[in-house]
């Protein structure tokens, strides 16, 4: 399996720990100090990066689309474009932006929606860069971006199995450095959608890293994509559930972050090894309640043990482990022994 190199010291894939992206998105309703909050509690909740979005309004939108008239509880001005040019920070904000998440020491980047973005966070360095699934069916910025080689992460909602290989096979033709996520574009996701057994597929068929990309509410779904092998997960990050924006309601506040960052890593150390093999924590049980042979009943020196003769329970001391019950039976006695006595290796021949 590729492992993807995001820093030096950071990769993900293989046995690296699970890539967790405190998204977000537009959630900071077009205030810089909002952004700054949100990106010092991804820090403190113990994410591994924070990310934002990178939009040009005029290469992602025709001119008509951003004129129509967009009137409902969360918008930010009477047209689509107001809307949007009031939730777009500038190039300077965003290396504003890039330098506090320095200062503060967590990796910062954003998803590019068009190629003008996309060579802007080329130009300020960002370790990766995120593809929305909004171009998961744009191939000529899929050719482009593959086309830069630097590290990608790529969402896959809204498209079905084969546009997914055509993903892959696009950026693969240029390099490794990416990784897939699964993800269902809907805010918020109903459970019954989420699908994430397509995590499996996606492992079994491609040779990069998968993740998860989840809009629904909670953290169980997210923590599930663990459990299946997701080596990359994102979840939304708000200030506060209830403030204007559609995706407050599938965003996690910074104390549920901190929790599912906790989570996750509890979940990691679960998962530990294919291997079933006795523990070093099952010691005390084992002492306290595992089972031995011991005497059914008093017998002498020179007798036959029969299967009435012998008797598995807890005992102290202990005496042979009761899997060799059928290895006793029928054995000839070297001592007496007493009911309750336990059986040891050398008590029968």
């Known amino acids: 399996m590729v492992e993807v190199k995001i820093t030096e010291n950071i990769k993900i894939g293989g046995n690296n720990p699970c890539f967790i992206i405190a998204e977000v998105g537009q959630n900071h309703q077009g205030d810089i100090e909002i952004a700054k909050k949100l990106i010092k509690a991804a820090k403190d909740a113990g994410a591994s990066c924070v990310k934002f979005q990178k939009t040009c309004l005029k290469e992602k939108f025709t001119k008509k689309y951003l ?4 009137d409902n509880p969360n918008s930010w001005g009477e047209t689509y474009g107001e809307h949007k040019r009031h939730l777009e920070f500038s190039e300077s904000q965003y290396r504003e932006l890039f330098k506090y998440a320095q200062e503060v020491g967590i990796l910062f980047t954003a998803s590019a929606m068009d190629m003008v973005s996309f060579d802007f966070l080329i130009n300020i360095k960002v370790p990766f860069i995120k593809i929305g699934s909004g171009d998961s069916n744009n191939l000529l910025f899929l050719k482009y971006a593959a086309s830069k080689k630097v590290p990608l992460i790529i969402s896959t909602g809204m498209v079905d199995k084969s546009a997914v290989k055509t993903i892959y096979d696009i950026i693969s033709a240029q390099h490794k450095q990416f990784c897939l996520l699964h993800c269902i574009s809907a805010y918020p996701v109903p459970f019954e959608d989420c699908n994430l057994t397509v995590l499996l597929d996606y492992k079994n068929t491609f040779d990069v890293p998968v993740g998860y990309s989840g809009q629904e509410v909670g953290t169980a779904v997210a923590l599930a994509a663990v459990a299946l092998g997701a080596k990359v997960l994102e979840k939304h990050i708000t200030l506060d559930k209830t403030m204007k924006g559609t995706d407050h309601v599938c965003s996690l506040t910074p104390v549920e972050f901190k929790q599912l960052v906790k989570d996750v890593r509890d979940i990691e150390a679960s998962l530990g090894t294919p291997i079933k093999k006795v523990v070093t924590s099952e010691i005390p049980c084992i002492d306290k309640l595992q089972k ?46 007493k009911e309750d006595e336990p059986l040891n290796e050398g008590d029968f021949c």
């Open 67 to 70: 004129e129509r008239p967009y």
């Open 292 to 337: 031995s042979l011991v005497m059914g009943c008093t017998k002498n020196k020179g007798e036959i043990l029969y299967p009435g003769d012998v008797k598995i329970k807890v005992a102290e001391p202990k005496g042979l482990n009761a899997l060799h019950f059928e290895e006793v039976i029928y054995k000839t006695l070297v001592y007496d022994k």
